[in-house]
């Protein structure tokens, strides 16, 4: 065939890679999933190979058909699903190793901070130590089946009472140990640098004088009813819908910033309630195709659900602030 | 030299006022949520995936149960994003819906069940932050944000049913 392998090495701030993707008869899409259009980084990836570039968004591609997924991830979701189905991963934004599903984000998989330097043809020895991921579960299953056969081997001699407690216990405190290590985890990865960044930003607005802009501004929207019926309906045109959505950072911004001007008394306490539907008009529609490929939804079936959910949103983004805005009757008067 | 040192003093005030924010974030809600999400993931672990395999099952049959029980299950039980591959429990024609109802309780559910989806509380927590600020108390908020949720994705997965139906008709 024509295609022609590629390396890319990991950016400026990147992690990851160097990954060499070689392209089959099947295994031989560029998929972008960037919110729409194909990124330039998946032309360019798709002109080097000779593979035909797909826009993730408005097209399904199997799993087994994807040679690479560009994804502009910014640390919640997509730049892990694909690593965790062992597909190999660009994401254009220098991330790491975060997010939930950051223990599926390793070096032979995925590579980050990405630009157009970082791609190159790959060389005879780099091709022949490629090939297509192999699924890394087949070593620990084997682990498993040994463990089958202990148990198996185990089965006739009955255990006394002592161990059957003792083994009992070790596994509930192993659960509660796991629990508190993925929650350490994802604090430090995810709300600690969250917290971080939108602090500095406060800290911006209130010291240099934009809070008072904000608050004039902002404030009287977000305490009536129409206006926020306004905001709910701009966050959900399905255009503008699925920018907004990346790791929900423009909510969690303006959901902050908001919360401020509640603590300031500039917008009632009860109006708390409907604005946090107004804000979130947009939630998941950056994640649709992504979303139902988890849930295994057939290509067609995903084509169609995009703009399915994206019109839906138009009408059920607003309803969501009048249904929020019925129940704040009461709330904290 | 003074006003080289004004101009210093000004721009370490420019970060003074969110180094007070980051501070009280880090005293104030971590330490709940970090106990909270503990307990919500042990108890997870504890009762397993498979028995909640059999409750999500049950509840693809019916619309409503569909679109209320099963994704706020599945978002309490497997989180941000792994709660969407409940979609495979779901008719092919229903599972658009389905997503829609189950990423838009991502964050209602984050009022009491803070672990689902332990990356993007700020939704939530940012607008707590203001009424604590005002001495008020959270749960009536999060408790009502919760219910509304609910009622919400019911309605996300029924419009968003018909119009998948009708989009999938005239095709």
């Not at chain 1, 796991?178 to 500095?200: C, N, Q, Y």
């Not at chain 1, 107004?278 to 995903?302: H, K, N, R, W, Y």
Request: hydrophobic share 45%; aromatic share 8%.
């Amino acid at each position: 065939m024509s295609y022609k392998a590629v390396t890319i090495k990991a950016g400026k701030g990147g992690f990851g890679g160097p990954l060499t993707l070689v392209p089959t008869d099947t295994r031989n899409k560029v998929v972008s999933v960037t919110g729409g259009g194909i990124h330039p980084i998946a032309a360019k990836i798709a002109e080097m190979t000779g593979c035909p570039a797909v826009d993730g968004f408005s097209t399904g591609v199997p799993d087994n058909e994807i040679l690479v997924a560009v994804v502009d991830c910014g640390g919640t979701a997509r730049c892990g699903v694909y690593p965790k189905k062992r597909i190999f991963t660009v994401n254009v934004l220098p991330v790491g190793q975060t997010g939930p599903l950051a223990r599926f984000i390793t070096e032979d998989i995925y590579v980050s901070a990405v630009d157009a330097s970082c791609i190159s043809l790959a060389d005879e020895s780099a091709i022949s130590k490629a090939g297509t991921p192999t699924n890394p579960t087949s070593a620990p299953k084997t682990k498993d089946q040994a463990k089958a056969e202990i148990a198996k081997m185990n089965e006739g001699k009955p255990k006394n009472l002592a161990t059957r407690i003792g083994i009992a216990i070790g596994g509930v405190v192993n659960k509660f140990y796991a629990a508190g290590r993925e929650t350490i985890d994802i604090t430090i990865k995810t709300i600690l640098p969250f917290m971080a960044f939108v602090s500095m930003i406060l800290g911006i607005i209130s010291a240099s004088g934009l809070g008072d802009v904000i608050a004039n501004t902002i404030s009287p929207i977000a305490s009536t009813l129409p206006g926020m019926l306004i905001v709910s309906f701009i966050c959900a045109i399905p255009f503008i819908s699925p920018v907004l959505g990346p790791g929900a950072v423009i909510a969690q911004v303006v959901g902050t910033l908001l919360g401020v001007q509640i603590g300031l008394g500039n917008i009632p306490p009860q109006y708390a309630l409907p604005a946090l539907f107004a804000i979130d008009a947009q939630v998941g529609c950056d994640f649709i195709p992504v979303g139902m490929s988890l849930g295994e939804a057939e290509p067609e079936t995903i084509e169609l659900g995009v703009p399915a959910i994206l019109y839906s949103r138009v009408i059920t983004g607003p309803i969501a602030v009048l249904v929020a805005y019925v129940f704040s009757i009461g709330l904290y008067s | 030299m003074e006003a080289i040192a004004a101009v210093a003093n000004g721009f370490m005030d420019l970060f003074r006022a969110g180094s007070e924010t980051f501070v009280s974030w880090v005293t104030g809600i971590i330490p709940l949520v970090v106990i909270m999400m503990t307990a919500v993931n042990s108890l997870i672990k504890l009762i397993g995936e498979d028995r909640v395999n059999g409750v999500a099952e049950f509840a693809t049959k019916y619309t409503i149960t569909r679109y209320t029980i099963l994704p706020v299950i599945s978002v309490i039980f497997l989180c941000n994003p792994m709660a969407y591959t409940f979609g495979r429990f779901v008719e092919e024609k229903h599972k658009a819906a389905f997503y829609d109802a189950a990423v838009s309780f991502v964050h209602p559910v984050t009022g009491l069940f803070p672990h689902a989806n332990g990356g993007e509380l700020f939704v939530y927590m940012g607008i707590a932050a203001g009424i604590t600020q005002l001495g008020l108390p959270l749960g009536d908020l999060a408790v009502r944000y919760f219910i509304v949720g609910v009622i919400v994705i019911l309605i996300r997965g029924i419009v968003t049913d018909r119009i998948y139906a009708h989009m999938s008709g005239k095709k």
